[in-house]
């Protein structure tokens, strides 16, 4: 198995240590790469990834959408995302999906009681992890999902594509909300490392609601601080990033990986 994944930068990627190791405990024979490609040749290294013999890759920012472009072929789920993680190549061609929307939801479903259905939401951003999110929200059978982010019109756009379950409110708002919503997610990249922080009081939050961060450095976001100080139930980031890279797996292998503590410590470390 030849595999890896394209982004620009790569070097911080997590995905080598998580395919490396379900090929080392399922006793696979392959590799999977850093591979940093440079935006002006873009299609010559994916023309070199085909003709040198790779079996898929994942991609990762900024070619979740440009990808698209080159896929022959793209599954339903990332047509409406708008953006491909995974690639399978077969006979040359590329064929393109996207693993986002499972991983978050996976996550939620393994590490909480919650049940996504009738279900009111609340999610920060509107950038391609919101996407992916609401995209899985809504397939997951929520009643209504909130939406806020900084650029209001990017929050619009989302709403013309998901439609009339995406009620689109005002980003320095989101407090007067909290008491209503069942599940507050926050996709923006504020509280990662070297970012701003959200900002956001929850002391209005519904006690019995769940606070779902997708940053993952640090595990323990203020957000996700906040809330444990308001006694409501979290679920981390990490599990996102580990549950998305399961089925890209079995495309590629056919085989479904489990997971586990030494995998999330690895990548954690
Ligand atoms: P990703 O693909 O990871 O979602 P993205 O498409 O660049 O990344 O989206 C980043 C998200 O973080 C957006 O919702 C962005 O808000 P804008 O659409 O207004 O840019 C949000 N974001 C980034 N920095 C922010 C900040 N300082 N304050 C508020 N929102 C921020």
Not at 57 to 69: D, H
Not at 120 to 125: E, N
Not at 218 to 245: F, S, Y
Not at 254 to 267: A, R, Y
């Amino acid at each position: 198995m030849k595999l890896g994944v394209i982004g620009y930068p790569i070097k911080h990627s997590k995905s080598p240590i998580i395919h490396q190791y379900w090929m080392d405990s399922y006793d696979i024979q392959g590799t999977y790469n850093l591979i940093e490609i440079k935006p002006e040749n873009f299609k010559e290294e994916i023309n070199s990834l085909i003709h040198n013999g790779f079996d898929g890759f994942n991609v990762t920012v900024p070619y979740k959408e440009k990808i698209m472009l080159y896929c022959d072929d793209i599954d339903d789920t990332a047509k409406k995302i708008g953006a491909v993680n995974t690639v399978i190549i077969k006979n040359k061609k590329l064929i393109g999906m996207n693993t986002d929307a499972f991983g978050f939801i996976e996550n939620i479903k393994s590490d909480s009681k919650f049940n996504f259905k009738q279900k009111k939401c609340l999610v920060i951003g509107a950038g391609g992890a919101s996407k992916a999110v609401i995209y899985g929200l809504i397939e997951s059978g929520v009643s209504k999902i909130l939406l806020a982010n900084r650029t209001k019109e990017k929050a619009e756009n989302i709403k013309n594509i998901f439609g009339n379950k995406i009620e689109v409110i005002n980003f320095n708002e989101i407090e007067n909300y909290l008491s209503s919503v069942d599940l507050l997610v926050n996709t923006t990249l504020l509280g990662m490392t070297g970012q701003n922080n959200l900002n956001l009081s929850l002391k209005n939050l519904n006690k019995k609601a769940l606070v779902a961060d997708i940053v993952y450095n640090p595990l323990m976001t203020d957000l996700l601080k906040e809330a444990e100080m308001q006694g409501v139930e979290i679920v981390t980031g990490i599990g996102m990033l580990l549950h998305q890279a399961r089925p890209a797996f079995q495309a590629w292998i056919g085989i479904m990986p489990d997971l586990d503590k030494t995998l999330q410590n690895k990548v954690l470390s």
